[in-house]
């Protein structure tokens, strides 16, 4: 199993910037890509950006593109999103995510039901 905890949320004002972390641990050799995830109040979970196992292929939702940038270590025990220029409509709970399935090097899933682990979520308010 796969336990997977974020941290770096809280409150701040739009045009702030805000890095948010995410700790794998336990069975970390069976995690292939990695994504960030958000849901904001009333709203469905969405993607906001994916790296792939081997980091060398990224995807980001166009509503976050040029402003947030995905990073994971080598080791693939930490996941990070830094955020800038953030939007009152950022506001969300953000979750990470991993797939235990060796899709290749380069894959990017951008689904929901293919992420098999989940953290808890930190809140990120952007106050206008």
């Known amino acids: 199993q796969v336990q997977l905890v974020e941290s770096g949320g809280g409150l701040v004002q739009a045009g702030d910037s805000l890095r948010l972390s995410c700790a794998a641990s336990?069975?970390?050799?069976?995690?292939?890509?990695m994504a960030w995830f958000r849901q904001a109040p009333g709203k469905e979970r969405d993607i906001v950006t994916t790296?792939?196992?081997?980091?060398?292929?990224?995807y980001y939702a166009a509503s976050v593109k040029g402003r947030c940038t995905i990073s994971k270590d080598n080791a693939k025990t930490m996941l990070y999103l830094q955020m800038n220029s953030l939007k009152p409509e950022d506001t969300a709970v953000y979750s990470c995510?991993?797939?235990?399935?060796?899709?290749?090097?380069?894959?990017?899933?951008?689904?929901?039901?293919?992420?098999?682990?989940w953290g808890q979520g930190t809140q990120v308010t952007v106050s206008s």
């Open positions: 790296i792939s196992w081997s980091g060398g292929n990224t």
């Open positions: 995510a991993a797939e235990k399935t060796n899709y290749g090097a380069y894959y990017l899933p951008r689904s929901i039901t293919q992420y098999d682990y």
């Open positions: 336990g069975r970390t050799s069976g995690i292939y890509a």
